[in-house]
């Protein structure tokens, strides 16, 4: 009987133990992280490094697996991506992922209504208006915002030799990428727009197809545009920001210690991210003229009033069409008083 139950006790024990080993793989989760950025664009470095500390403060509980270049969701799928559970984190680009959705969030492409990320951010955070916007759109679509990771500030880049000023821009073929694209170079008269999504636009740029790109200077090198690049034109109309977003469920099922994990290095590469993004984007444009020979050039003068006047007469009030007069004059009423 002693020996009956001692045998008993031992099985237990190896039971237990098998158990307490097992406990850490079970929890363990493969998490994956989308995002269409080439490996050298600045915010591709910054959503490493969001897996990276994910995956080592959850001592491996969650473990991000990252999947650059468009690989399982490119620029205009990867919200559906994530709020379908496809992945569960993804890196989404505001001004193409949230107007679907929502089209008041084409208030940050007005012409001069925001002159920071800062002060962008500070309207969605800090506004009845901002904060609702943003609501809606999570709650729509089943994510969840965790952090953001600046694109860069969008200028005009051009196979043209001379964008010095507004006239250049006329005759132009230029690559769209949302609707408020679309507005920006009717007004400019632009002989041609083409629809693009970010991986057929070198082809693009090779054979004519489109000559020119309004985007950020980080896009130059991720994705060898600046081999037909020749020109760019400042200053810069639009601050393009990334949101870390992650499927609402998915963050709802960890336990209050991961989501804090998640939210935390969230902040952090927000903070760290915005900090680094305006003097990458300068370098970018001391590149494309050191190493590549192009030409930066800024409309000053008279060319700067000139565009400035076609903002606001022709682009401005296109756009207002796309968004709610209570959002137009909740961020009008913000950034006056800011």
């Known amino acids: 009987m002693t020996k009956g139950l001692a045998g008993r006790t031992a099985a237990a024990a190896l039971i237990a133990g098998a158990m307490l080993v097992a406990a850490p793989v079970a929890a363990q989760q493969k998490v994956q992280l989308s995002y269409h950025w080439g490996p050298t664009h600045p915010a591709a470095g910054f959503a490493n490094q969001f897996a990276e500390r994910v995956t080592e403060r959850s001592d491996g509980a969650l473990d991000v697996q ?34 679907p959705i929502n089209s008041d969030y084409n208030v940050t492409a007005m012409p001069g209504m925001f002159d920071s990320f800062e002060q962008m951010r500070g309207f969605f955070d800090e506004t009845e208006a901002g904060q609702a916007l943003m609501q809606d759109m999570q709650s729509k679509t089943g994510i969840r915002i965790v952090g953001r990771n600046p694109v860069g500030p969008i200028a005009v880049f051009s196979a043209k030799d001379d964008l010095s000023s507004v006239d250049s821009l006329a005759g132009i073929s230029a690559r769209v990428l949302t609707d408020a694209d679309r507005v920006r170079w009717g007004a400019l008269d632009a002989g041609s727009t083409v629809s693009l999504p970010t991986g057929e636009v070198y082809t693009a740029l090779q054979n004519g197809i489109a000559d020119t790109v309004s985007t950020v200077p980080g896009a130059l090198s991720a994705y060898s545009w600046w081999d037909c690049v020749k020109s760019a034109q400042l200053p810069y109309f639009q601050f393009a920001d990334a949101y870390i977003i992650v499927n609402a469920a998915w963050f709802e099922g960890l336990s209050p210690e991961l989501q804090q994990v998640v939210t935390e290095v969230g902040a952090e590469i927000t903070a760290e991210s915005t900090a ?63």
Do not use: C, H
């Open 276 to 338: 680094a993004i305006m003097d990458a984007s300068a370098q970018m444009l001391d590149r494309l003229e050191a190493e590549q020979g192009g030409t930066v050039f800024e409309l000053t003068g008279d060319e700067l009033a000139k565009m400035n006047r076609i903002e606001r007469e022709q682009i401005y009030p296109g756009l207002t069409e796309m968004v709610s007069k209570d959002t137009l004059d909740a961020a009008q009423a913000y950034t006056q008083g800011d």
């Open 66 to 99: 990252v999947f650059p270049s468009g690989q399982l969701f490119g620029i205009r799928d990867v919200l559906g991506g994530v709020a379908s559970g496809a992945v569960q984190v993804g890196m989404a680009v505001g001004i193409v992922s949230f107007p």
